[in-house]
């Protein structure tokens, strides 16, 4: 039973010695998964910032060209409009070729001659 009970002290060691390493691993990788986040979101809250930069910068000067020339403004923002309403109403009904590109050219045509006579 000697020999039992060593072989069983030393299982119990090496049980604890396992969980012990278990533990510092597991401690070892929250604290690098924590990092790890903390860095993403350091990393994104920068993306954030240079981008909400750059559309504020992008909308001033919309917002200047359009002071600057509303009448340009104001036919730009026509002809987009109106080249989206002929790609929904496209969408909807198709040419007979399958092409949206000959209704848009037709229409931006018919409105730009209509509109420079």
């Known amino acids: 039973m000697d020999t039992r009970d060593k072989g069983m002290s030393m299982a119990e060691d090496m049980a604890g010695a396992a969980r012990e390493r278990g533990a510092e691993a ?21 993306a954030y910032e240079r981008t909400s930069r750059a559309a504020s910068g992008a909308y ?13 403004m104001t036919l730009i923002v026509l002809g987009v409009g109106v080249g989206i309403g002929i790609l929904l109403a496209s ?18 045509y018919d409105f730009s001659r209509n509109l420079f006579r």
């Open 91 to 108: 969408s909807v009904r198709r040419s007979e070729s399958g092409s949206y590109s000959a209704p848009i050219v037709d229409a931006v």
């Open 60 to 72: 001033e000067q919309a917002v200047g060209f359009g002071r600057e020339n509303p009448v340009l």
């Open 26 to 46: 597991y401690e070892k990788a929250q604290q690098a998964a924590g990092q790890g986040y903390q860095k993403a979101s350091e990393a994104a809250g920068e």
